[in-house]
T-cell receptor
């Protein structure tokens, strides 16, 4: 069975600090997909990034970067120079590649509070 | 392109009643999934519809059901409401979902309160 663990339930930083959100996953499949979503107070889940299990290349997009390591089953997310607008709950999610269709398994989420 | 829309945004019901929630996917998307979000259980998968067929179902009682129409719009129904059904219900759409994990795009959710 697939499982996603986000050990950090809440993180508080001061604006302009860098912050890393941890995500550890479990799956028996060799082909799978990992996602990060952001949930601001409005409630809508906003898609941030998707990675497949064969692509371990780390990615940087503006102030965001992601570190995918299959050896440790981790898919961590870093925000550089955090801003107040980054305050939200961040979810890591896993989907296995099978013929049963789409199903995301989410971690418990990490609430990030960025203080001015 | 318009995003995923969900109606209504807020609902208040009493125990024993039933409720129907509606979801319109992004234009061209054929797969619709539903998730329940509660403080205690987090985000949990309810079911997924593709081409008017339920393709996958989470671990929820039969009181939770859904359907998808030919235009890909979807509805979910909860019968005999219980206090524990109070939650944010999120709908997500994806392009095809044909055995490959498409990216799912979420709507704003329907917040259901059961009194």
């Amino acid at each position: 069975a697939q499982k996603v663990t986000q050990a950090q339930t809440e993180i508080s930083v001061v604006e302009k600090e860098d912050v890393t959100l941890d995500c550890v996953y479990e799956t028996r499949d060799t082909t799978y997909y990992l996602f990060w979503y952001k949930q601001p107070p409005s409630g809508e889940l906003v898609f941030l990034i998707r990675r497949n299990s064969f692509d371990e290349q780390n990615e940087i997009s503006g102030r965001y970067s992601w570190n995918f390591q299959k050896s440790t089953s981790s898919f961590n997310f870093t925000i550089t120079a955090s801003q107040v607008v980054d305050s939200a709950v961040y979810f890591c999610a896993l989907s296995e590649d099978n013929n049963a269709g789409n199903m995301l398994t989410f971690g418990g989420g990490t609430r990030l509070m960025v203080k001015p | 392109k318009a995003g995923v829309t969900q109606t209504p945004r807020y609902l208040i019901k009493t125990r024993g009643q039933q409720v129907t929630l509606s979801c319109s996917p992004i234009s061209g998307h054929r797969s619709v999934s539903w998730y329940q979000q509660t403080p205690g259980q987090g985000l949990q998968f309810l079911f997924e519809y593709f081409s008017e067929t339920q393709r996958n179902k989470g671990n929820f009682p039969g009181r939770f059901s859904g359907r998808q129409f030919s235009n890909s719009r979807s509805e979910m129904n909860v019968s005999t409401l219980e206090l524990g059904d109070s939650a944010l219900y999120l709908c997500a759409s994806s392009l095809t979902g044909t055995g490959v994990a498409d990216t799912q795009y979420f709507g704003p959710g329907t917040r259901l309160t059961v009194l």
